[in-house]
């Protein structure tokens, strides 16, 4: 089992920068993908990013590409979120989630709001 824990969201300018983090508990973090997700008021939760257990595989969707970067360190169990150039469309609340299996989150984190100003 894994328990993930988001923190790093808040209040932001457009175009300003936020980092956001997930810890992970358990010893066996460095076997699942993780992924970011976020789900916006009234909207569908969407995929953000993802990265293999290695770290060396990502992917992004198309609206943050070039603006956010996903990263993790296996030794810290931790994944991160590097968040760039915000825009007012990317408020929402961001979560992590553990896939064991090729886009299958099993477990997933309890969020971090994510509120861009224009």
């Known amino acids: 089992q894994v328990q993930l824990v988001e923190s790093g969201g808040g209040l932001v300018q457009a175009g300003g920068s936020l980092r956001l983090s997930c810890a992970a508990s358990?010893?066996?973090?460095?076997?699942?993908?993780m992924g970011w997700f976020r789900q916006a008021p009234g909207k569908e939760r969407e995929f953000v990013a993802d990265i293999s257990w290695s770290g060396g595989s990502t992917s992004y969707t198309d609206s943050v590409k070039g603006r956010f970067a996903i990263s993790r360190d296996n030794a810290k169990n931790r994944v991160h979120l590097q968040m760039n150039s915000l825009k007012p469309e990317d408020t929402a609340v961001y979560y992590c989630a553990a896939a064991l299996k090729v886009s299958v989150y099993e477990y997933w984190g309890q969020g971090t709001q994510v509120t861009v100003s224009s």
């Open positions: 358990g010893r066996t973090f460095s076997r699942y993908a």
